[in-house]
C-alpha cells in the first residue's frame, strides 16, 4: 500500500527536515485536512532557515515585554541528557537500535528551528524485526497474571510522574506547547497507565445458561495479539499512553511508529517502561520512513490490530490498507467541533470555556472548537468579550514564563490558517482580532478571531488545526443543531447554557461522540474517547477503552451428562 500521507524518508539537512514537517502536517497531523496551494506550501517549505525567518517576520505585530525564560532550550537538552531520557535510538527487542543503513533524520525545535537530535531514519527491516520481537514476546507477556501486569504498569506510571518536569521539557522542546501545557499533558498521559494498570484486573469473560442440559457455555476474553500503534505530534506522550496503557493491560504487545517531528517523548517514555519491569520486546518505537513503516504494520500477519490517531484521510487508508489481513482498527480521526452559546449561558462561563476549548495547544488539537456558534441575542456581546480574551493570550516560547500560545508545528500548517483566513474575508467576515503572523517570527501566528461567518466558508469546513476562532450566528435551537451537525465529522461538540432542559436536548440531538456542557475541557481517562461518522472507529480511555484490544472466545463444554 502506498498512501499519499507517507511521507518518505527524510533528509539530514534543515531544508529537508522542513519539506518533511510540511508533508506530515498535511497527511500525519491530528486530524489535518488537506491543504490548499500545493506549489506555494512546498515553495515555502523548502526556503532555508533563515530565509524563512526573515519572511515569517514581514507581518508586523505589537512587540510583547521581554519575559523570562523558563529554562533556556540549550540547558533544557543538557539536563534531559543527563536525565537519561533524551534517547537517540530506535527501541526493538529492549535494545537501543541504529537504523540498519545509518540514516538519520533530526528533530527541530519548532519555535527556533534548532536542532535538539537526530533519530535514526528506520524502514521495512528494523519494523519487520520489531514486529517479530513483539510475536515473539506476546506468549510470555499474555502469560503473566493481571496482577504482575498490574504491578509493572504501575511502576511505569510512578516513574512517568517522577519524571514529569523532565518529560514536560522535552515536550516543549519537541512539540513547541507551553511548559505549563506540557506537564499537564503528562500527568493526563500518565494517568491512562495508572487507570488501566487497575482496570486490567477486572476483564471479565461470561457463563451463559446452557439451551442443553449436558453442556456448559463459557466466554473468555483474551489479547488480540500484537498491535502497530501510530500515533501523532500534537500529543506525544498522552496518544502513546492511551493506546499502550490498555494493550499492554490486556496482554497484548506494541510497536509505536511516533510522529517523526516528535519521537523523542516516545523514546522517553519507553525507556521508563523498561526501567519498570515491562518485558523487553512488548513495547517497541520505531521512526523514519514513514511508508514502509506502514507498509509493512499493515501487510503483516502477525499485526492484529493498527490503532491510529490522525487524520480522516489516513484513518481511510489505513481501514483499506488494513482489509487484506482483516485486522482489527482503532481509528480516532478528524473533527470539526462545534461550541454553541445559547443566549441565556452566563457569559463568564461560555467566554472563559470557549476559549479553552478553542486555543488549546495553539489550535492543534482534534478536539478544539472548530465553530463558534452564538445566538444572535448575545452574539455582540459575547464576540466583544471573547476578543478581549484572546487578546491577552501571551505568545511566545514555550519555555517563556508566562506563553500561554506556542508556535504551530511548521510552515504547512501557518499556510492553511492564512488560506482559510483569506477565503473567509474574501467572502465576507472580518478580522476583529489578529489573522496575521507574529512578529517572533518562524511559525507563531497571532490569535485570531474572525466574525460574520457563515457555513459555506472553507473555514467553516475545514479543521483549521490553529488559532483561529470563527464566530457564526444563529436563530434558533433547531438551527444550531442542524448547523453544527452540517459535516462529515463526529468527535466533539460544546454547549453553553443555563437550561438543564435544553443541554439534555442539544446533548441528544448532536452527532458527536463527546459532548461538553459548560466545560471547555473534557477529556478524562475514565470516560470514552470516540467519535461518529467519519471522526473514527472504536473508543479509547474508559473501561471501554478495553475491549478494542481484546477477543471474545466461546467455549462449548458439552457431553457432561452423569453416567
Not at 510540511?22 to 530565509?51: D, Q
Request: with cysteine.
Amino acid at each position: 500500500l502506498t498512501c499519499a500521507w507517507w511521507s518518505g524518508t527524510r533528509k539530514l539537512s534543515r531544508r529537508g527536515r522542513a519539506l518533511s514537517r510540511s508533508r506530515e502536517t498535511e497527511n500525519s497531523s491530528s486530524s489535518f485536512c488537506v491543504p490548499g496551494s500545493r506549489r506555494t506550501e512546498m515553495a515555502m517549505c523548502r526556503m532555508p532557515l533563515l530565509r524563512l525567518r526573515t519572511f515569517c517576520k514581514l507581518s508586523p505585530s505589537p512587540c510583547l515585554p521581554h519575559r523570562k525564560m523558563s529554562m533556556e532550550p540549550h540547558a533544557a537538552t543538557t539536563r534531559l541528557k543527563e536525565s537519561g531520557l533524551l534517547k537517540s535510538q530506535g527501541l526493538i527487542g529492549g535494545k537501543w537500535t541504529d537504523a540498519y543503513d545509518g540514516k538519520t533524520i533530526q528533530v527541530q525545535n519548532p519555535a527556533t528551528g534548532d536542532v535538539i537530535t537526530s533519530v535514526p531514519c528506520m524502514g521495512k527491516r528494523e519494523t519487520a524485526d520489531a514486529i517479530t520481537s513483539a510475536y515473539n514476546t506476546f506468549n510470555s507477556w499474555s502469560k503473566l497474571t493481571t496482577a504482575e501486569r498490574s504491578k509493572r504498569l504501575r511502576k511505569w506510571y510512578d516513574l512517568i510522574i517522577s519524571h514529569k518536569d523532565d518529560l514536560a521539557l522535552l515536550i516543549t522542546l519537541e512539540q513547541g506547547k507551553p511548559l505549563k501545557e506540557a506537564l499537564g499533558e503528562v500527568v493526563y498521559g500518565a494517568s491512562f497507565i495508572e487507570f488501566f494498570a487497575e482496570e486490567a484486573k477486572r476483564v471479565y469473560g461470561d457463563i451463559i445458561p446452557p439451551t442443553l442440559g449436558d453442556r456448559r457455555l463459557f466466554v473468555l476474553k483474551q489479547p488480540v495479539g500484537v498491535v502497530g500503534a501510530i500515533t501523532p505530534w500534537n500529543f506525544p506522550l498522552a496518544m502513546i499512553t492511551r493506546k499502550v496503557g490498555p494493550a499492554l493491560a490486556c496482554g497484548c504487545t506494541v510497536v509505536v511508529k511516533p510522529s517523526e517531528f516528535t519521537p523523542l517523548t516516545a523514546l522517553a517514555a519507553a525507556e521508563l517502561s523498561l526501567q519498570a519491569g515491562i518485558t523487553p520486546g512488548a513495547l517497541n518505537v520505531v521512526m523514519g520512513n514513514a511508508p514502509e513503516i506502514g507498509d509493512i504494520l499493515l501487510d503483516s500477519q502477525q499485526v492484529r490490530k493498527i490503532t491510529f490517531t490522525g487524520s480522516t484521510a489516513v484513518g481511510k487508508k489505513l481501514m483499506a490498507g488494513s482489509a487484506n489481513t482483516v485486522k482489527k482498527v482503532s481509528l480516532e480521526l478528524g473533527g470539526n467541533a462545534p461550541c454553541i452559546v445559547f443566549d441565556d449561558a452566563d457569559l463568564d462561563v461560555a467566554v472563559k470555556g470557549s476559549l479553552t476549548a478553542k486555543f488549546r495547544n495553539s489550535g492543534q488539537t482534534c478536539v478544539c472548537a472548530n465553530r463558534i456558534l452564538v445566538q444572535e441575542g448575545i452574539y455582540e456581546k459575547f464576540a466583544d468579550a471573547f476578543a478581549k480574551a484572546v487578546q491577552n493570550l501571551q505568545v511566545g516560547n514555550g519555555l517563556t514564563e508566562g506563553t500561554v500560545q506556542g508556535p504551530l508545528i511548521n510552515e504547512a500548517a501557518v499556510q492553511k490558517v492564512v488560506r482559510l483566513i483569506n477565503d473567509a474575508t474574501s467572502k465576507g467576515a472580518k478580522v476583529m482580532l489578529g489573522g496575521r503572523r507574529h512578529s517572533l517570527g518562524m511559525t507563531f501566528y497571532e490569535p485570531t478571531v474572525l466574525t460574520d461567518i457563515d457555513s459555506e466558508m472553507l473555514i467553516a469546513r475545514e479543521e483549521v488545526f490553529g488559532p483561529v476562532a470563527p464566530l457564526l450566528r444563529f436563530k434558533t435551537e433547531d438551527e444550531a443543531i442542524q448547523i453544527a451537525n452540517d459535516t462529515n465529522a463526529g468527535l466533539a461538540a460544546y454547549i453553553f447554557t443555563t437550561s438543564i432542559p435544553r443541554s439534555w436536548r442539544v446533548s441528544e440531538g448532536l452527532e458527536y461522540g463527546l459532548v461538553g456542557v459548560n466545560e471547555g475541557i473534557i477529556s478524562t481517562e475514565v470516560a470514552p474517547f470516540g467519535g461518529f461518522k467519519q471522526s473514527g472507529l472504536g473508543r479509547e480511555g474508559s473501561k471501554y477503552g478495553l475491549d478494542e484490544y481484546l477477543e471474545l472466545k466461546y467455549i462449548c463444554l458439552g457431553n457432561i451428562k452423569d453416567e
